[in-house]
């Protein structure tokens, strides 16, 4: 089985700013803008808020859009890949989590020959958050963040989405299935299984809650690309890498790279 760490989220360069731990364990990833979609982040909802209201507590309107100052309102919408949470937006019967890709990213995970089976790990870059007059607020203890593991999904079909009739209706609101991204280079939906093939009964998809073990930046690093694997990895090949990225105190991911691919069963 191959797995690959899939970079999600907010960066500083999209978005602006990190996806907020919640003060419950929460690891809430933030979808980044995305001006062709119908899904707002009104739309999307944590319990009781909106994904919005979060964001609008934490940063007020402040937000970027491919490195360039944007503004949050309601009516701002988002790019909701992967999709691991049923309760976060409206489903249609059938639904499942789904992970889109697209371009130079797809071309990569074929060149890999990522297929049915292969278990997707997300990451992004995540800081802690505390409540503070009622309102949610970055915690100024954790002051940098750091890239943390916070969902998965094992793939049980992959669909070249280039036509809707190719589709199943609970994915037609999905942002790689809408109209003006069927006809883009290498569109792909990857779509997961109902269960663990490797941990019977546990779903194909989901998300984290917050634990140490889950960062993958070393403790005490600014760099969140300063990363601390086990030495296990030492001896595995990691796609968009090469043996200098290793140091003697950490292993350092490639910052502009999207996905990252082993063979787990190397290990």
């Excluded at 999904?153 to 199943?168: F, G, N, T």
Aim: proline share 4%; aromatic share 12%; hydrophobic share 30%.
């Amino acid at each position: 089985m191959k797995v690959i760490l899939s970079r999600k989220g907010f960066d500083s360069g999209t978005g602006g700013y990190p996806s907020p731990i919640l003060p419950d364990g929460t690891l809430l990833s933030l979808p980044i803008p995305d001006a062709t979609s119908d899904i707002k982040y009104s739309d999307l909802k944590h319990k009781e808020n909106s994904y919005y209201e979060l964001m609008k507590s934490l940063k007020g309107s402040y937000l970027k859009d491919n490195g360039n100052k944007s503004s949050l309102s309601k009516n701002t919408s988002c790019h909701l890949n992967p999709d691991l949470v049923y309760d976060v937006f409206a489903r249609e019967k059938g639904w499942r989590g789904i992970l889109g890709q697209i371009d130079r990213a797809q071309s990569h995970l074929e060149n890999q020959e990522v297929k049915e089976g292969d278990l997707f790990l997300f990451f992004g870059w995540f800081r802690k958050t505390i409540v503070l007059d009622g309102k949610l607020k970055f915690d100024p203890s954790d002051k940098f963040g750091r890239h943390i593991i916070y969902g998965y999904l094992q793939v049980d079909k992959i669909i070249q989405a280039d036509d809707q009739r190719k589709l199943k209706s609970w994915m037609e609101y999905h942002p790689h299935a809408l109209e003006s991204r069927l006809c883009r280079n290498k569109n792909t939906l990857h779509i997961a299984k109902e269960e663990l093939s490797f941990m019977k009964g546990l779903p194909g998809y989901g998300t984290f809650k917050y634990e140490k073990h889950r960062a993958l930046t070393k403790e005490g690093e600014q760099n969140r690309s300063y990363w601390d694997l086990p030495s296990e990895f030492r001896k595995l090949e990691i796609s968009c890498h090469k043996k200098r990225d290793w140091t003697d105190e950490f292993f350092k991911s490639n910052a502009r790279g999207q996905e990252f691919v082993f063979q787990e069963d190397d290990a």
